[in-house]
């Protein structure tokens, strides 16, 4: 009884130290830009075959830049082969950068094709005092719909 005792504490005791290093490494990646907290994006249906691209940063505290540095939106016919149809920069598109802590906008409305796909590569940026981080992210494909 005594071994089973010592077997199942061991056990117990390897997989808190195996959690512990797992959860170390998530915080790890998590807290890797000094300047992003979080970012991500995408391209909605609407109707007519418009589509809707959006973005959503978050800072690590008040930043003097904030949003999206640039926007690539891509189309396909077969959902496979894509091609480059709008590119959006933000020295074009004040809209697409602010200040402050969060940046949630939808940006664009693009007329789209219905019953074809569409995919956006969405570079998110904070910065603060000259310094800044930019990440790219890259949206689910949706179609257009009627």
């Known amino acids: ?17 195996i959690c512990s290093v797992l959860c170390t490494s998530a915080s790890a990646a998590t ?7 979080s970012y991500s994006g995408s391209v909605l249906p609407d109707k007519n075959g418009v589509v809707v691209i ?7 505290g008040f930043m003097d830049e904030i949003g999206v540095k640039t926007i690539f939106l891509y189309e396909s ?6 091609h480059r149809v709008a590119l959006y920069e933000s020295t074009d598109y004040p809209v697409m950068m602010g200040s402050g802590t969060v940046f949630n ?3 664009f409305r693009y007329q789209g094709i219905v019953g074809r796909y569409y995919v956006a590569s969405i570079y ?14 890259t949206t689910t494909m949706i179609m257009a719909k009627a």
């Open 1 to 17: 009884m005594r071994r089973s005792g010592r077997r199942v504490i061991s056990g117990i005791l390897a997989l808190i130290m």
């Open 124 to 137: 998110a940026y904070a910065g603060k005092d000259g310094n800044g981080d930019m990440r790219n992210y």
């Open 54 to 60: 959006s973005a959503h940063v978050t800072g690590r």
């Open 31 to 37: 807290y890797s830009s000094l300047y992003l907290n």
């Open 105 to 107: 906008r939808d940006l």
């Open 77 to 82: 016919e077969d959902g496979k082969d894509f």
